[in-house]
Each structure stands twice: as C-alpha cells, then as structure tokens.
C-alpha cells in the first residue's frame, strides 16, 4: 500500500498538533482552578503558583511586617518597566536577597511567593 503525500502530511500535522495540546494541558487546568485575585497581574508572571504559595508560607516568616496592597504597590512599580526575569537578575546582582527555609531567593521573588500565600 502506498501513502500518499498529502496522508503523511496530515498525520505528522495531527501528531505535531497533539503533541502542543498535551504539552499545554496541564498549564490550562492548573489555570482554571487557581482561584481569582487581585494580584493576578503580577502573580501571572510565576509559572507554579502552588509552589509558589508553599515558598510564600515560608517567606512570610522572613517577612513579619508584611502588608499586602504595599508588596503589590512595590512588586508592580518593580515590574513596570521590566520582566520579573531581569528584576530578579538585578536583585541578585546586587545582592538583594532574603534567605527562606534555608534557600537564598531574590527580595522581589519572595515577596511574589509570600502574596501568592495571601491572596
């Protein structure tokens, strides 16, 4: 039996277009169950938000004066004119770091994880 062109074409196009959805699934079901807050801005730049609220508990610790509209206020005034990648970049370059649970994290990634706890 001969497969056509046009047949193998098809089938590596459906192969390739499932491969995308099952490697996109997971993130678009942890995303419908996340409840909604009002720092979703800020908390749609962190890929694992359950990791992340865990981190947080821990952060807040660190962190006893903590107050969330001013962390939102700060984080975004932050990120305005930069990605979270290049802040936290910054921050560690200039040795602003906070120790949590024993980890060293950047002073605007702890904040982010102890608002995800929060919110």
């Known amino acids: 039996m ?3 062109r046009r ?10 277009g499932t ?13 419908m169950h996340a409840r909604r ?3 979703d801005d800020l908390l749609g730049a962190i890929d694992d938000r359950e ?15 903590f107050d969330r509209v001013r ?5 975004r005034a ?18 602003k770091t906070i120790e949590v649970a024993g980890w060293v994290l950047p002073d605007s990634l702890a904040l982010m994880c102890a608002l995800a706890a929060v919110a």
């Open 37 to 39: 807050t009002p720092y």
């Open 7 to 16: 047949i193998a074409i098809a089938a590596a196009a459906v192969l390739a």
């Open 78 to 95: 932050r990120l305005r004119d930069a990605s979270l990648k290049q802040v936290l970049g910054e921050e560690v370059a200039a040795g």
């Open 19 to 31: 491969a995308v959805a099952l490697r996109e699934v997971p993130g678009l079901v942890r995303s």
């Open 51 to 65: 990791a992340a609220e865990a981190i947080g508990r821990y952060a807040l610790r660190a962190v006893p004066d």
């Open 71 to 75: 962390t939102a206020e700060l984080l």
């Open 2 to 4: 001969i497969i056509s």
